[in-house]
Every structure is written in structure tokens, then in C-alpha cells.
């Protein structure tokens, strides 16, 4: 049972336009979530993050939405630039960091390719 | 700073044959993982660590064994490999207090 979705396998966008990545969870206990950008030959790295007590996050070009009612969030890049072309991972760690160590889940993926 | 280095980066192994992938890092984390990547899923994690000596399972953890001697290292040894192990390996730290992991590049295993 995937708790946390990434249902478009693939998205394509033109340079300068805005990119909506998206991401449905199952389990109304994560209180945190995390994108992570991953190049290929290389291991993820940590993009931008959203705890549930605030329903957006900006840094940059990258905004994070969170919607809890509909347990929804989406990953937001404007503009779009080819270098942003990668795989995008939704994660949420599996309750709170009350100083243990939580699993994370992982959605599967979205491929993002910015064209020129 | 190296960050998460991981060792090696390919490796093909056959039915039976057993290997140590290596993890080491020097950002001082307690935390440290290992994850498998694998077509249309997303990362799972097969063992981690709080601490050195301290190493638990996670969700797909046959087949494997780990150790934590030291902070910097944490090695994943497949025990008898199956073709069910080819896979691209990750490895993880987590300082304790933030959510945010740092991975390694990976190592991509072929059993055949």
C-alpha cells in the first residue's frame, strides 16, 4: 500500500513556464514532507521541505504547497530551466522527530524534462 | 568535505556470490540508511542506524546484514546474492534533529 503517490510518471514543460509536480498522501499522521531532486548516475538530494502547520513554503524558484484537507501537496518551479530536468521524490518521514529516527516513505518518482 | 561516498559504483555479481557495498561519511551524522531503488518504486529502506553498534531493519531487509563499528562507516554486505538484488543502492545520513538526508551516488548491482 503506497502511502504516499506520485501519479504522473513523467512531465514535460517549456523553458520559462511553470512545472507542477504533485504529490497524494494516505496517512493523515505525516506532518512533514520533503522533495528531493534526483539526477540520473547520482543520489537524491534534498530540494525544499513543508511541515503541516504551514500550507506553503517558497525558496526561490521552488514553492511547496500543502493542502491537508485533500492531502494533496505539490512542488511548484517558475521559471522552468533546463538544468531543473531530473526525477522529483515526495517524501514524509513517519511521525514526528521527537529525537528517534523515522522511516521515511517515498513516492516513486516524477520524471521532469525542461525543454529549451 | 567528501560528504557520503560510496564504494563501488558498479558491480556485477553472480547467483550465490556475496559482497560488502561500502558507505562512509564525515559529516559527523548518527544517522545513516541504505535504500534500494528500483523501476516504478520508490526508495525502500532495507537496514539504518542511530549510532555506532546500534542497527535495525527496515522495510526490506532479507538478504542483507549491516553493521556500525564507527560513525563514518556503514557497509551493507549481501549475504548470497539473488538476481531479486540487482538494484541501485543508496546511502543515507540524517543528522538527528533535521528531516533532510544526504545521499552518496549510489551503486548499481547486476546479479546475474
Known amino acids: 500500500d503506497q502511502q504516499v503517490k506520485q501519479n504522473s510518471p513523467s512531465l514535460s514543460v517549456q523553458e520559462g513556464r511553470i512545472s507542477i509536480l504533485n504529490c497524494d498522501y494516505t496517512n493523515s499522521m505525516f506532518d512533514y514532507f520533503l522533495w528531493y531532486k534526483k539526477y540520473p548516475a547520482e543520489g537524491p538530494t534534498f530540494l525544499i521541505s513543508i511541515s503541516s502547520i504551514k500550507d506553503k513554503n517558497e525558496d526561490g524558484r521552488f514553492t511547496v504547497f500543502l493542502n491537508k484537507s485533500a492531502k494533496h501537496l505539490s512542488l511548484h518551479i517558475v521559471p522552468s530551466q533546463p538544468g531543473d530536468s531530473a526525477v522529483y521524490f515526495c517524501?514524509?518521514?513517519?511521525?514526528?522527530?521527537?529525537?528517534?529516527?523515522?522511516?521515511?516513505?517515498f513516492g516513486i518518482g516524477t520524471k521532469l524534462q525542461v525543454i529549451p | 568535505n567528501a560528504g557520503v561516498t560510496q564504494t563501488p559504483k558498479f558491480q556485477v555479481l553472480k547467483t550465490g556470490q556475496s559482497m560488502t557495498l561500502q558507505c562512509a561519511q564525515d559529516?559527523?551524522?548518527?544517522?545513516m540508511s541504505w535504500y534500494r531503488q528500483d523501476p516504478g518504486m520508490g526508495l525502500r529502506l532495507i537496514h539504518y542506524s542511530v549510532g555506532a553498534g546500534i542497527t535495525d531493519q527496515g522495510e526490506v531487509p532479507n538478504g542483507y546484514n549491516v553493521s556500525r563499528s564507527t560513525t563514518e562507516d556503514f557497509p551493507l554486505r549481501l549475504l548470497s546474492a539473488a538476481p531479486s538484488q540487482t538494484s541501485v543502492y543508496f546511502c543515507a545520513t540524517r543528522q538527528g534533529q533535521h528531516y533532510e538526508q544526504y545521499f552518496g551516488p549510489g551503486t548499481r548491482l547486476t546479479v546475474t
Open positions: 559529516m559527523n551524522h548518527e544517522y
Open positions: 517524501a514524509a518521514p513517519q511521525g514526528p522527530n521527537s529525537g528517534g529516527y523515522q522511516k521515511v516513505t
